[in-house]
T-cell receptor, first 109, second 117 residues
């Protein structure tokens, strides 16, 4: 079993839709969690950290479920510019960053 | 502006040749990393350096070498021993190797795309 797993997608949604991605992790001692966004042929960029209490940044909401060992990213009112690959990143207790393989989102007009 | 500069952006190599990818950061970060990304796969760690003059193997270090003689520089050499070097290589840095606060986020360079002919 991979340490971090994501549904690779692609998720094809119309503009204005709400879409959610999940990311599961296997190490219960994992410490920190992030979502990164990667545009085609570009470097990943930090989208948001994921806090235990959940956090929101505009149309984006991130949540952590330690009991079930997953994090989620919810995007409301999808825009064409949201089309990208979303990478889940988990830091384990040794300080090592583990990347998921990414979930591809395509927002259509 | 502070950031990470990788060069070259595109590189073509003949089989049997060594190539060196440059990575320079002006963020005053202690930790630096090299990742490899293949299509449809997550980033895999090649080497990392927690502090200047120190570096450690990551998950896929075979066929690669690095140095960390200066805080701001962490070049990666792809040697002829790397069997499948065609990939997208990403250099990253962070303020420190480890923190529990969640503030230890990575900053990436724009990447170097290596193709073996």
């Amino acid at each position: 079993r991979k340490e971090v797993e994501q549904d690779p997608g692609p998720f094809n949604v119309p503009e204005g839709a709400t879409v959610a991605f999940n990311c599961t992790y296997s190490n219960s001692a994992s410490q920190s969690f992030f979502w990164y966004r990667q545009d085609c042929r570009k470097e990943p960029k930090l989208l948001m950290s994921v806090y235990s209490s959940g956090n929101e940044d505009g149309r984006f909401t991130a949540q952590l479920n330690r009991a079930s060992q997953y994090i989620s990213l919810l995007i409301r009112d999808s825009k064409l510019s949201d089309s990208a690959t979303y990478l889940c990143v988990v830091i384990n207790q040794g300080g090592k960053l583990i990347f998921g393989q990414g979930t591809e989102l395509s927002v259509k007009p | 502006d502070g950031g990470i500069t990788q060069s070259p952006k595109y590189l073509f190599r003949k089989e049997g040749q060594n190539v060196t990818l440059s990575c320079e950061q002006n963020l005053n970060h202690d930790a630096m990393y090299w990742y490899r990304q293949d299509p449809g796969q997550g980033l895999r760690l090649i080497y990392y350096s927690q502090i200047v003059n120190d570096f450690q193997k990551g998950d896929i270090a075979e066929g690669y070498s690095v140095s960390r003689e200066k805080k701001e520089s962490f070049p990666l050499t792809v040697t002829s021993a790397q069997k499948n070097p065609t990939a997208f290589y990403l250099c990253a840095s962070s303020p420190s190797w480890y923190t529990v606060s969640g503030a230890n986020v990575l900053t990436f360079g724009a990447g170097s795309r290596l193709t073996v002919l």
